[in-house]
């Protein structure tokens, strides 16, 4: 069978891309070797739909998601768990590197504002009336409104019945053996366990994330600058009441946190799990779990003590070395394009970055809105 698109992969940027394509008229099949929402587009909690401290490169886009995401529920029929919850980003030193700081927090805030993530400044006494709770060494905050969360696990899944609804194909539990350019009578074709030969007359997206970097050395011996990561989830039920409506994050300590409707508090933000042969996934790093719950006492002190509920390292990310996606044609052939590298941070840019990846596919044409993503920009 000869689709015009073959994706790689049915994880959320896998799904949303697919719905695109297939809501203007293409055909498309995508191929999973697992399920639907598997591996870093599935799970438990919700994920930051983030533009406060976002690299600067981002911001644009992260201004169309923040259009997007409130009436993407409707759109795709289907909950997508999103709630804009504004976020705020702790500041507790004067400065942090060259980076960040309170010396640096009006640089900051300003530009954000001017790349469409409005922000605002809080003074630590502006921000405890907010946050009563936060620690009385926090000197000041960026506030950005329009921040939220929403579920990964949900929105990627109603991509993917909204994809079928506009007649796009998704096999699961049919993983991929080999990709060819120009190769077996069609333009391009995909090899599956299952299905065998999968064939695209126009384009083959690799979207499968950790995977991504294997298939693309593995069947064109090009090696992208990119690894695969385990991040960790925790989840906790603190003694005291947690009074927090944001998303928080924080500028000098590694810390992600957002507490659902029933007060249980879910930490990220940088803290990573183990590769586990035994188990072919991530493990918990107990290093790691103590670490990430440190960092929270010492900026919400008042919390009492803490229950942890589960942690969850098996999702696994990949990683890029200047924490950007990779979205380009793979050198050397003339219509295989891998999206991956996401860094943990491609999440909140979906419903807009999805879109542009699709009219990239569909024209052959590189939009201006994803030109920070060229493969070009890691080469000499």
């Known amino acids: 069978m000869v689709y015009e698109f073959v994706i790689v992969g049915a994880g959320a940027y896998g799904c949303a891309v697919a719905y695109h394509l297939a809501k203007s008229g293409h055909s498309v099949r995508v191929l999973e070797a697992g399920e639907i929402a598997a591996e870093a587009s599935g799970g438990g909690g919700k994920r930051g739909v983030r533009g406060n401290r976002r690299d600067l490169r981002e911001l644009p886009l992260i201004g169309e998601a923040y259009q997007l995401w409130p009436t993407l529920a409707e759109e795709l029929d289907a909950s997508t768990g999103y709630v804009r919850t504004g976020g705020v980003n702790l500041i507790e030193k004067e400065s942090v590197g060259m980076r960040g700081g309170m010396v640096a927090a009006e640089a900051i805030r300003a530009t954000q504002t001017e790349l469409g993530v409005p922000t605002e400044f809080w003074t630590g006494e502006k921000l405890r009336e907010r946050l009563p709770q936060a620690s009385t060494a926090i000197q000041g905050a960026l506030y950005a409104p329009l921040d939220g969360v929403a579920s990964h696990q949900d929105t990627t899944l109603a991509y993917a019945a909204a994809a079928r609804r506009s007649g796009a194909e998704i096999t699961e539990r ?54 695969t990561a385990y991040p960790q989830a925790v989840w906790l039920r603190p003694e005291s009441e947690f009074q927090c409506p944001y998303l928080v994050g924080h500028d000098s300590r590694t810390l992600s946190v957002k507490v659902d409707n029933e007060g249980v508090i879910q930490l990220s933000g940088g803290w990573r799990g183990r590769f586990d042969s035994a188990t072919d996934s991530g493990t918990p790093v107990e290093g790691n779990v103590a670490g990430s719950i440190r960092e929270l006492e010492a900026t919400f002190p008042s919390l009492g003590s803490l ?25 050397g ?23 542009h990846i699709a009219d990239f596919l569909a024209t052959g044409r590189r939009p201006r809105q994803i030109d920070h993503t060229a493969i070009e920009r890691l080469r000499g």
């Open 174 to 227: 049919d993983p991929v053996v080999r990709i060819f350019d120009r190769g077996s009578g069609v333009r391009h074709a995909v090899e599956t366990a299952n299905s065998g030969l999968v064939g695209a007359s126009q384009a083959i997206l690799i979207a499968s994330n950790a995977t991504a970097r294997s298939l693309v050395a593995e069947n064109f011996g090009c090696r992208l600058p990119t690894w």
């Open 333 to 355: 052939t003339q219509g295989v394009v891998v999206a991956t590298g996401w860094s943990g941070h491609g999440w909140a840019l979906l419903p807009a970055m999805s879109a």
């Open 307 to 331: 229950t942890r509920l589960g942690v969850d390292t098996s999702r696994a990310e990949s990683g890029s070395v200047d924490q950007l996606p990779i979205i380009d044609t793979i050198p």
